[in-house]
């Protein structure tokens, strides 16, 4: 609710946000479960993977990605269906997403072999990357590869996939804009920028409001 409440109130027009989700054990998880549900169909925006137990490193990205890529993908709200994108990301929880800078950054870059993120040690870290439409129906139709080698650090998993695919792949890099909170004071860490697209480790939901105030609050 605090994202769509922030982030999600600058969605451009052609941006859709999603929150993905791996099935839900309606046996065990009981009251939890049919909360998700409602929350779905009251919200039309949670996909809930049916290819996969909730999990960050066992295949979970590649359920996601296999999911998008699929010929008319019908998601768990009925009626609703995934158009062919440009871009498909996948980012964490405790990300606070320009959107706007985001759609603004992704219009000039190709839009074929493009894997779009913050890259450290050879691959695009998870707190947010993208993968032009054209790869992520590769992964979803064609890659056996990625469907054999799904489990491990995501992240650094979907990059095995690139490099294994033979395809030459446009690594395009935002070494200054994808950052992590200004409260971390380590890693990544440095003030708020004007051109912001990603700011990640806002696990504290102070840290999360002060970038929702600074960003969003001006323009609604």
């Known amino acids: 609710m605090m994202i769509r409440s922030t ?7 052609h941006t859709d946000v999603y929150f993905v989700m791996c099935s839900i054990d309606q ?11 409602f929350e779905a169909i009251n919200h039309r925006d949670i996909i809930i993977l049916d290819s996969c137990t909730e999990n960050m490193d066992m295949g979970k990205t590649y359920s996601y990605f296999e999911f998008v890529g699929r010929p008319h993908s019908p998601s768990v709200v009925g009626t609703l269906q995934l158009p062919a994108y440009d871009y498909v990301m996948k980012t964490d929880d405790d990300v606070f997403l320009h959107l706007p800078n985001l759609e603004a950054r992704l219009a000039g870059i190709p839009r074929n072999l493009a894997y ?27 890659c056996e590869y990625c469907a054999e080698n799904k489990v491990g ?9 690139m490099i294994h695919s033979g395809k030459r792949i446009h690594w395009i890099s935002e070494d200054s804009e994808h950052y ?18 990603l700011i990640h480790r806002l696990k504290d939901d ?7 105030a600074r960003f969003v609050l001006p323009f609604i």
């Open 27 to 37: 046996e065990n998880a009981g009251w939890y479960a049919s909360m998700v549900h």
């Open 206 to 212: 102070k840290w999360f409001m002060n970038a929702a």
């Open 180 to 197: 992590d909170a200004p409260e971390f004071k380590q890693g990544w860490s440095h003030p708020y920028t004007s051109g912001t697209i």
């Open 7 to 13: 982030y999600m109130r600058l969605k451009p027009e």
């Open 153 to 161: 650090q995501e992240d650094f998993m979907v990059a095995k996939w």
């Open 116 to 142: 779009y993120g913050r890259q450290f040690s050879g691959f695009m870290t998870g707190m947010g990357y993208a993968l032009s439409y054209d790869l992520v129906r590769w992964i979803s139709q064609e």
